[in-house]
């Protein structure tokens, strides 16, 4: 390597790294926005995400288990997060699987609703004035008046 090299090196990684600071700057994220993220590791207790941002995130591994407790996901894998907080106080970004799969879940109901599909549930339990009902992920209420209990 020549002196010019090896003397414009220190200079090139220090443009690099403006450039990349001022790239992330003038990314616009906002709380709740989805974005896709790679699964770079897996404990015990957190599953670790790279998103593309300044560091990576750690999002509780219970938000990867399905209904059975198995992890539903490995490392390699690409998943939806949502962002819960640009800045957590200790300089990371919160971000959630579990929010996105809700998102995700409640614009298939609103996509139902106005193409008239027809949704399924599973009643959780018996409310003041109705049911608690499990629609797409997500807990709804059913009032008694819309109950009927005869077979279909």
């Known amino acids: 390597m020549s002196t010019a090299t090896a003397a414009s090196a220190p200079e090139s990684m220090e443009s690099f790294a ?8 003038h990314q616009e994220m906002r709380q709740g926005e989805v974005i896709t993220a790679e699964i770079v590791g897996i404990d015990h207790n957190f599953v670790t995400v790279n ?3 300044k560091s990576e995130s750690l999002i509780p ?3 990867f288990k399905n209904d059975q407790g198995e992890i539903e996901a490995k490392v390699g894998d690409f998943v ?4 819960e907080s640009i800045e957590d106080g200790f300089g990371a970004t919160k971000l959630s ?3 996105a799969k809700k998102l995700a879940a409640w614009l298939d109901l609103e996509a139902a609703m106005n193409e008239g599909r027809i949704v399924t549930g599973m009643v959780q339990g018996k409310v003041k004035g109705g049911l608690t009902v499990l629609v797409g992920g997500l807990r709804a209420f059913l009032p008694g008046s819309l109950v009927d209990m005869r077979p279909v």
Request: proline share 0%; glycine share 4%.
């Open 61 to 63: 591994l219970e938000e």
């Open 97 to 99: 699987r579990e929010r």
């Open 80 to 83: 939806a997060v949502a962002i």
């Open 18 to 25: 403006a450039l990349f600071e001022e790239s992330l700057e």
């Open 51 to 53: 998103a593309g941002l």
